[in-house]
């Protein structure tokens, strides 16, 4: 019979590894209910639209074919200013792609309005992906005349 020491122990160690299954469940969702699912289809690439007025140009990058599928990216530039990246054509075919862009695409999109650039890093465990953002990403800029 265990003491009430080693109880509280024990307790303490399964809500501690509780909680960080659920801090990273809260940063990495594991949802394959996405709203912005993938077309199978790239994008033609290029300019898409600019807004004189307002400063925003958005730009498709050009698709880039990975081991697992092609990925494709769409950048929003305001004021000379990476605003926004949408990945518009990632893997998705199985449960694995899918859970695996869940995590890795908004990482990688946070970087890059970080960084300002396709300068960042890949995000473990989703290289291939990684990388075909990165390429895309930078034909996107290149369009929009923006240093990467």
């Not at 930078?138 to 923006?146: E, G, I, P, V």
């Amino acid at each position: 019979m265990r003491t009430h020491s080693e109880r509280l122990r024990r307790n303490a160690a399964v809500i501690g590894a509780t909680g960080v299954l659920l801090g990273l469940l809260f940063l990495y969702p594991t949802s394959t209910n996405r709203t912005d699912s993938p077309t199978s289809a790239a994008v033609k690439p290029g300019v898409v639209s600019t807004g004189p007025a307002t400063g925003v140009l958005t730009v498709n990058g050009s698709s880039a074919g990975t081991r697992y599928g092609p990925v494709q990216v769409r950048v929003t530039i305001r004021s000379h200013r990476l605003v926004a990246v949408t990945a518009l054509v990632y893997p998705a075919s199985g449960g694995r792609d899918q859970e695996i862009s869940a995590y890795a695409l908004p990482q990688l999109e946070h970087e890059a309005i970080a960084a300002q650039s396709a300068q960042i890093d890949t995000v473990s465990g989703a290289t291939f992906t990684s990388d075909g953002y990165r390429r895309s990403l930078q034909s996107a800029l290149d369009a929009a005349h923006l240093q990467g």
